[in-house]
């Protein structure tokens, strides 16, 4: 599990990766979904970030956003650009990679390969195209499951995401409150709302009004690029707030000031173009079909009142949200954070001022880490006093051990069982 | 200029109304737009209500949104519905026909009887399409007031308009500040934020992502519907609010809750479809590209502080804005009634408590007619006291005149010119 990548990076980065795959449900029995249709084999794509102590306790589970992937630290070769969260993951950042072993996981149903609508059903040779099951953020927690049971994990340290990685967050504390020792959610709410499902349905509509979508049936010919550059488009304008936008673009014309014919003329217009035009390049149309009907369909408590689905949670949940979030207002994280009051659950709501709205969680970085950081490592020196203490050895012997960390190495293995890479604790 | 059928009228409506026409610009002068492109002829097609009085004092133009037309009130033969502010404009109502001559002019540029990109360009005999110029709301105002030039009317007694329809309002303001005696500007802004222009920019993208648009050569032929459906879904979800969608539709699935295959599930999809669709039927693309293009071009000051483009306004100015109006956030208005204030105009600021979204001022009208009534109804009657006041008369005479008014049909000539048809005053 060593990545050895890692071990080259400068500056904290965790380096050269490669995506790894997994694969399931390859024998007779299939992968039952939500839905109650089968699916099989099932193939995840996900990497992993540092070390995984001997005892499999120090794995953290980050989940990715929409139009997310696997990668989500480092580079992989010959890439200009890291992973998506790059800055929250590696030596000394907020996911400590000398501390934790992070996975990142593409979700079941996505193009970043993983089995999608785009992939090959083994049982025609076609891609599957809309005869792939309907798909919900429950079956892609339980697909997740069976790889977190497949890297010998029982319980994970905790788990992270924002956005559609919120919700599946969410799903694991309702799914497998047992596996799930801290959960930090962030910019997201427990069930779509319907403006959420207005914005998605609409841009539904743009791919599939697009004559190139086929029913779906495209691959291989030309792609409903068109449909799904406006589909995306929609979704920018809501990831950026209003202030963002002004910030960002104001009213600048693009170059000539005589606004002409319907050519992209202020820089919004140019911008919005150009990201819905670069995403058509590398997200599948169908994908975002079944991907944001499941967004639409996540409703964590099934209707029933949310503190019910939270009963048996025991992990300690941090909720962020980000004041200028319109697509996930604050006051979706609040009603979380309510309903884990009101089930007993350890909660901790933070509103962060930004202006960058929904996009915030990936933008401010810096801010995120201040404030996940102190979450986890905290955590995670309870774990560590824990062990201690239930081997009878006082905190205040630590710093007088001398040895760097190596006492904890060897006691911290009994209560929570871990063996810490160069752990470095503050006094 | 009376409107006979108002007579037949029941329950305050003005009962059935017919749409009229102006035609200008037909000989070999032209009308010359802002982008120094030539119209013409240019046609407008307009509807009045009650009766303009002798001295032509009493007018009020009522300015539509994006997608409206002439028909503000009353009834067309054959129609169900009435007017689109009908419960604005009628006997007794805020814009009480009793006391007022309400002008209803469709803009200059749309596709509702007035020259348009769907209109026949005679040099040609074919449909302007995008050889159409492109229009501001500048070019609307100036085609608006050839109307009122021909209606021979000198000064409005006001003008008033939501959205798109409050963009004309201010700029009337902007350019001919001495034919305006009072002004209500609702729901709007004196120029369009990067966010307003993104949602316009991805509609418009819909409309030519449809390979039935043809770069504007569809008429004739089959219309680009699909774009156009998914642009007016677009539009429809900044109408609304987060809130007032989850009053409407709440999740509610549309029939069967087993949600498949991207046909609409909620209740929520259904309707943007159906308003969708049904909006294809009314509307025509060219069109709204070229009137959304006239909105983000909008900028009332172009470019300068707010004030110095209200430096010679006499009107006083009554600005609406909703709580929950995200499309035109109130905090435009206030920038609107700030610049007044420096500039020294008599304004208003009212911002109303609604859950409606941008939608309110065409839903809640009892509640707009209870603010925008006292407004223009205190203006109506010190134009009447200012009138007695030339005459020597005392206020307190007006109570025992006892002859229903006919003093002020009398003597209401002289300052204002007033002639009152049927006033009521309130003690």
């Known amino acids: 599990m060593v990545n050895r990548a890692q071990r080259s990076s400068a500056g904290g980065g965790v380096g050269f990766v490669t995506t790894r795959f997994f694969t399931f449900a390859e024998g007779p029995e ?20 540092g070390t995984l102590n001997e005892e499999r306790t120090n794995a953290i589970l980050i989940q990715h956003g929409f139009s997310g992937d696997a990668h989500a630290a480092g580079y992989h070769h010959g890439a200009d650009a890291p992973g998506w969260w790059d800055g929250m993951i590696g030596r000394g950042r907020t996911f400590d990679t000398d501390r934790f072993f992070v996975i990142s996981s593409n ?16 049982a025609t040779e076609e891609p599957y195209a809309l005869t792939y099951p309907l798909l919900t953020i429950n079956d892609m927690v339980n697909a997740q ?8 994990i029982k319980k994970l340290f905790s788990i992270a995401g924002g956005s559609m990685g919120g919700m599946q967050v969410l799903q694991w504390l309702a799914s497998y409150p047992e596996m799930v020792h801290s959960a930090i959610s962030i910019a997201t709410t427990h069930r779509h709302s319907p403006q959420q499902i207005a914005f998605n349905e609409v841009a539904r ?7 190139h979508w086929k029913g779906g049936n495209y691959y291989g010919k030309t792609a409903p690029a068109n449909g799904l550059a406006v ?5 920018h304008i809501t990831y950026m707030s209003d202030g963002s936008m002004a910030k960002k673009f104001g009213r600048d014309p693009k170059e000539d000031r005589h606004p002409f014919k319907f050519m992209p003329q202020f820089e919004v217009e140019g911008y919005l173009k150009y990201r819905g035009n670069s995403f058509v390049k590398r997200f599948d149309a169908n994908a975002f079909l079944y991907l944001t009907k499941a967004m639409d369909n996540f409703d964590m408590a099934g209707g029933r009142p949310l503190h019910e689905a939270l009963t048996s949670v025991t992990a ?12 996930y207002p604050p006051h979706h994280s609040r009603e979380i954070v309510k309903a884990c ?6 909660a901790t709501y933070c509103e962060m001022e930004s202006g960058y709205g929904h996009d915030a969680f990936l933008v401010e970085i810096e801010e995120l880490g ?3 950081g102190p979450f986890i490592n905290k955590l995670y020196e309870n774990a560590v006093r824990k062990a201690e203490h239930g081997l009878g050895i006082r905190s205040g012997h630590r710093r007088d051990t001398g040895d760097g960390g190596g006492w904890l190495k060897r006691f911290g293995r009994w209560l929570w069982g871990g063996r810490i890479v160069g752990a470095a604790f503050p006094g």
């Open 231 to 235: 589909a995306r488009m929609i979704g």
């Open 316 to 327: 300690k949940v941090l909720v962020v949200a980000y004041t200028s979030d319109w697509l």
């Open 30 to 49: 299939k992968f039952r979904l939500e839905s109650g249709e089968e699916l099989g084999p099932v193939r995840l794509a996900y990497e992993t970030y």
């Open 370 to 372: 201040r404030l996940v």
């Open 145 to 152: 499951k069976r790889l977190i049971d497949h890297l010998g």
């Open 341 to 346: 009051k009101v089930a007993g659950v350890d």
């Open 107 to 122: 979700v079941l149903g996505s193009c970043k390969g993983s089995t999608g609508p785009c992939a090959i059903n083994p």
């Open 205 to 211: 509509q743009a791919i599939m009004a697009d004559p």
